[in-house]
């Protein structure tokens, strides 16, 4: 079965960090770009990053610039979302999607051009 499954939600305080992983079963991570979202209850969702298949990261949020970054794991077939110097506006659901449509039909619960989500995972920070 194709899925992305989330990991690594959870509670910290502002100021403290928190890595988010999303492993991909049923393809490899390695040949489709990523994105990662969140929404925060009773608002919108918001493009956090985006990372190609050739490992680059092509977009980052300015609310999360110098922050947030990407990394991958080919071995592990998993994504990361590594967060530092979280704030209380963080808090927000976290979904990673990966495989971006070729038809450009909109998906998933951001209704994002891509195949694939994961679950969500809830961050909370707290001050």
């Known amino acids: 079965e194709v899925q992305l499954v989330e990991s690594g939600g959870g509670s910290v305080q502002a100021g403290g960090s928190l890595t988010l992983s999303c492993t991909a079963f049923g393809f490899t991570i390695d040949d489709v770009d990523v994105g990662w979202y969140r929404q925060p209850s009773g608002n919108e969702c918001e493009l956090i990053s985006t990372?190609?298949?050739?490992?680059?990261?092509?977009y980052t949020a300015s609310s999360v610039q110098g922050r947030f970054t990407i990394s991958r794991d080919s071995a592990k077939n998993t994504v990361f979302l590594h967060m530092t110097s979280l704030k209380r506006e963080d808090t927000a659901v976290y979904y990673c999607?990966?495989?971006?449509?070729?038809?450009?039909?909109?998906?998933?619960?951001?209704?994002?051009?891509?195949?694939?989500w994961g679950q969500g995972a809830q961050v909370t920070v707290s001050s």
């Open positions: 999607a990966a495989d971006i449509a070729e038809s450009g039909a909109r998906g998933g619960i951001c209704s994002a051009v891509y195949n694939y």
């Open positions: 990372f190609s298949n050739d490992g680059t990261t092509y």
